[in-house]
Antibody
Framework: EVQLVESGGVVVQPGGSLRLSCAASGFTFDDYAMHWVRQAPGKGLEWVSAISWDGDNTYYADSVRGRFTISRDNSKNSLYLQMNSLRAEDTALYYC?????????????????WGQGTLVTVSS | SSELTQDPAVSVALGQTVRITCQGDSLRSYYASWYQQKPGQAPVLVIYDKNNRPSGIPDRFSGSRSGNTASLTITGAQAEDEADYYCNSRDSSGNRVFGGGTRLTVL
């Protein structure tokens, strides 16, 4: 059974930093690209970032580019999101999601499995 | 603003058929995938590629595409289908993008 378990969400002040983690199990982690998707309270889903199976290629939404960094450690079956210069509008539930393919840019990919999310609140 | 447009809310009578649509230029080139999200839960994949369902998704869910519009059809809607539904495809840069979501109410 595929499991994705996010952690690291807390209350942080504007301008602060945070690192989210996602522990994966139940599948061959380094066969798949991975994503972070967020959902602000009462709002829709927003794709945040993606990373290829080997970590060599990373992609970001315009809203987080230059502030967030996605990474992975295939030896630990783990995905990370380093979040810097946090803003109130970054407040959201952050989901880790498994792609169906090794590269997030390959046509036809989709989000096979999702974690339950970790809540990030940016507030003074 | 999203490059994929969905109606904010749709309703359907119990047992009837409902179509949820998603419009965007990228849909001319890419298939949409569809996700169901119930309150307090993570999204779940219900349709991917041309019209494929993951295991465990009832066959009353189906997908289609025509021009720049993708559709999710529920044939014989059940009370448990009441949820938010999101389409996903690509933006003009090739990044993933979600539609704004459609809240489905089963009457």
């Amino acid at each position: 059974e595929v499991q994705l378990v996010e952690s690291g969400g807390v209350v942080v002040q504007p301008g602060g930093s945070l690192r989210l983690s996602c522990a994966a199990s139940g599948f061959t982690f380094d066969d798949y690209a991975m994503h972070w998707v967020r959902q602000a309270p009462g709002k829709g889903l927003e794709w945040v970032s993606a990373i290829s199976w080997d970590g060599d290629n990373t992609y970001y939404a315009d809203s987080v580019r230059g502030r967030f960094t996605i990474s992975r450690d295939n030896s630990k079956n783990s995905l990370y999101l380093q979040m810097n210069s946090l803003r109130a509008e970054d407040t959201a539930l952050y989901y880790c999601a498994q792609d169906s393919l090794a590269s997030p840019y390959t046509p036809g990919g989709y989000f096979q499995h999702w974690g339950q999310g970790t809540l990030v609140t940016v507030s003074s | 603003s999203s490059e994929l447009t969905q109606d904010p809310a749709v309703s359907v009578a119990l047992g009837q058929t409902v179509r949820i649509t998603c419009q965007g230029d990228s849909l001319r080139s890419y298939y949409a995938s569809w996700y169901q999200q119930k309150p307090g839960q993570a999204p779940v994949l219900v349709i991917y590629d041309k019209n494929n369902r993951p295991s465990g998704i009832p066959d009353r869910f189906s997908g289609s595409r025509s021009g720049n519009t993708a559709s999710l059809t529920i044939t014989g809607a059940q009370a448990e289908d009441e949820a938010d539904y999101y389409c996903n495809s690509r933006d003009s840069s090739g990044n993933r993008v979600f539609g704004g979501g459609t809240r489905l109410t089963v009457l």
